[in-house]
């Protein structure tokens, strides 16, 4: 009796072996040598400098643009399967559509008329 799902779960072994494999792999023949540059965050060069009380702040802009990302992503999401089945879905599906696309528009001409999209 041949189960369908074993070549699924063959893979999904093959794929932890491997993981568990090249992690202890690391450890057995990779350098033990540890510094205090190692042990700190990861600055990208920059010497870090002290935070204010508060914890800092970022500008609002990083949110607003990653969320403008997030929202737009999720709009392709959901346009390539509806491109893909137009004739099948009928009419409904067209105005369901139309009225996803009229507000993720709003949201955008909203965050476009407050300047959000401008970095100063």
Partial sequence: MNNPYTPLLILLGLGFGFAALSVGTSLVVGPARYNRAKAEAYECGIMPTPRAAGGGRFPVKYFVTA????????????????????????LFALVEMVLFMLTV????????KRRGLEWD
């Fill in 67 to 90: 969320m403008l990302f997030i929202i737009f992503d999720i709009e392709s999401v959901f346009l390539y399967p509806f491109a893909v089945a137009f004739n099948q879905l009928g």
């Fill in 105 to 112: 528009f709003v949201a955008y001409a909203y965050v476009w």
